[in-house]
């Protein structure tokens, strides 16, 4: 099993950034996963941010943060981040991370970290 906790999500006002944190545990968590990034706003589903692999030398952002956001990993400490810069209201959602073990779908994901942002 694989356990992940988000932290660092709190109200913001528009222009502010956040770090948010995602740390893996569980005896079956290996460092040679990827990890994503992955939000859901009021009312909405569940959509794809950012994604890196194993040591960071792939990366894909979805096009709302493109520019704006930057997901690395720390594999030492089996966390991966996700780093947002200059955040708008329609950035506020529930941000979820994830962890993909080799199949064409995320296996395990964590409980969420609220991000509000105001304008």
């Known amino acids: 099993q694989v356990q992940l906790v988000e932290s660092g999500g709190r109200l913001v006002q528009a222009g502010a950034s956040l770090r948010l944190s995602c740390a893996a545990s569980?005896?079956?968590?290996?460092?040679?996963?990827?990890m994503g990034w992955f939000r859901q706003a009021p009312g909405k589903g569940r959509d794809f941010v950012a994604a890196?692999?194993?040591?960071?030398?792939?990366?894909l952002y979805a096009d709302s943060v493109k520019g704006r956001s930057t997901i690395s990993r720390d594999n030492a400490k089996n966390t991966a981040y996700l780093q947002m810069n200059s955040l708008k209201p329609e950035d506020t959602a529930v941000y979820y991370c994830?962890?993909?073990?080799?199949?064409?779908?995320?296996?395990?994901w964590g409980q969420g970290t609220q991000v509000t942002v105001s304008s």
């Open positions: 994830a962890v993909l073990t080799g199949g064409d779908s995320w296996d395990y």
């Open positions: 890196i692999d194993w040591n960071g030398g792939n990366t």
């Open positions: 569980g005896r079956t968590f290996n460092p040679y996963y990827a």
